[in-house]
C-alpha cells in the first residue's frame, strides 16, 4: 500500500490471480470402475450384516456393469455403510482387470467386514431380466432410478426431448424399450481388434470388437466433458450398426480410417490385443510426448 492506501506498484487484484495449482490426484482407481447401469439381464448375490440383507451386489450378464444395490430398510445406516465400501472394492477389481462377472463371485465366502458385511459361502448367483426388476426385489414400490430409463439417440434426452432447443422443447423421437433394442455386448472374454481413435492430435480412445463373439464398445481414455462426448458419438455408430445386424467385427472394419463429426477419428491400423483387460491397460497408459 502507498501512503495514500491504494495499492502499491506489483498489486494484483484478487480476481486477476493465477488460480492455485490443483493437489496431485491420489485416487488409487482413477477410472472410475465399471458402469453402475445397464439395460440388460443381471445376475446377483446377497450381502449380509449381523445375518440381515442390507443390499444385492450385481453384474451384468452382457454389459460392463456392476454395483451394490441397497435395501432401503431402517436403520438405513447400515446400506449405506455397504454401498460405501461395495463401490470401493468394485473400483479395485475394475483396476485388476477383473470382468463384472468375475467381480461378482470375487468375495463369495470371504470373511465378514464390518461395513461391507458378506456374502455367504453358500450362495449361489441369481438372474433377473433387469437393474429394475432387481431393485423390485429389493425395494417393493420404490420410483424408477433415472439409470433405468429407456434410452435415446445421442443428442437428446430419455424422453426423446432434443439437447438441441433449437428443435423445440417437445420429445422429437419414441424411445425405444431396452429389452427390445438390438446392440452388441460390451464385455467379451475373447481377443479383442481395437483402432485408435484421434481428435486434434489426441488420443481419445479406443473403437474394437471381439475376434470371436458379438461384441464391440469404445474405450475411453480420459473420463471429462470432451472424453465423454467422444465415447457417445462412437457409441451412437456402433448402435447404427447393431441396429442394421452388421456383425461387430464388420462394423469396426467398416469405421476404419472413418471420422465422426466432433469426435475425431478412427486409424486405419487394426492391432489385437488378448483381452478387453490388456485394452484396458493399454487406454490407461500415458501417451507418449
Known sequence: MNGDGRPGDGYVPPWDAPPPPLPPNTDPYPHGGYD????????YLPVLVDGDVVGYLWASVADDAASFLRVMAHPLGRSLDAAV???ERLRQAEAEGLTPLGALSRWVGAPPDPLAGAIPAEAVPREVASKRELRELANPGSPPDISELPPAPFGYLPDGTPLDRSQGWEPKIATSSPLVRPRYLAVTEAPVRYLTVVKDGRTMGYLWASTS??????????????DNDVWGRWLARLDESAAAGVPSLDA?????????????????????????AALKEIARAPEAS
Open 252 to 276: 469396426l472394419r467398416a469405421l476404419a480410417g472413418q471420422p465422426v463429426e466432433e469426435a475425431g477419428a478412427a486409424g486405419e491400423e487394426e492391432r489385437e490385443a488378448p483381452s478387453l
Open 85 to 87: 465400501a461395495w463401490s
Open 36 to 43: 453402475a447401469s445397464t439395460e440388460g439381464p443381471v445376475r
Open 213 to 226: 463373439d458379438n461384441a464391440a464398445s469404445y474405450e475411453r481414455r480420459g473420463f471429462d466433458v470432451e
